[in-house]
């Protein structure tokens, strides 16, 4: 965590972020009530707030790079306050590796519980090894009908108003 603070390349994550937020705030409440306890020779501890800012705005860059922007976005209102809470690209993107270390999409689930993954073609495959079929929606699902009838003149797999399927 805070490896080259000042810098506004790479990326990094919300916890680190958030502490940079915490530590801006700190220093600056701190800062702030020296200068106005002291009586005009607060000017040099003034000049305390620029290397804070490059740290703040360095930060914010390399957050708004993991969520695949560039840095100028911090410049947006409350986009800082946004950052916190959203999360990164679960990828490598143009401005580098996933500071969470996770690579790719494997491994997510979707809202059926089907895991996806990416193979060679870059096509999305599904993994789920459930044993439910789908609904009444799925294309592949087999439909018998189970012949409730008394009649024996109709033929068993034959659809009636108000057979049940499997």
């Known amino acids: 965590m805070f490896e080259q603070p000042f810098s506004f390349e790479g990326r990094i994550r919300r916890t ?3 502490f940079s937020l915490i530590i801006y705030t700190v220093l600056a409440t701190v800062i702030n009530l020296i200068i106005t306890e002291s009586n005009g020779d607060a000017a040099i ?3 305390a707030f620029f290397p804070m ?3 703040l705005w360095a930060q914010g860059a390399k957050r708004c790079h993991d969520v695949g922007n560039s840095g100028w976005w911090q410049l947006i209102p409350f986009y800082g306050f946004w950052l916190i809470f959203q999360d990164g690209e679960h990828s490598a993107n143009q401005y580098g590796d996933n500071p969470k ?3 790719g999409v494997s491994g997510q689930m979707n809202q059926g519980g089907q895991s996806y993954k990416n193979n060679q073609n870059n096509k999305v495959s599904s993994t789920y ?5 789908g609904g009444h929606n799925n294309p592949n699902q087999s439909r018998t009908v189970i012949n409730k009838s008394i009649n024996n003149n109709e033929k068993p797999n034959e659809y009636k108003d108000g057979d049940l399927y499997n």
């Open 16 to 18: 680190e972020y958030g």
């Open 45 to 47: 501890l003034g000049l």
């Open 53 to 55: 800012l490059w740290f």
């Open 129 to 133: 090894k459930g044993g439910y079929n």
């Open 101 to 103: 270390g996770v690579s």
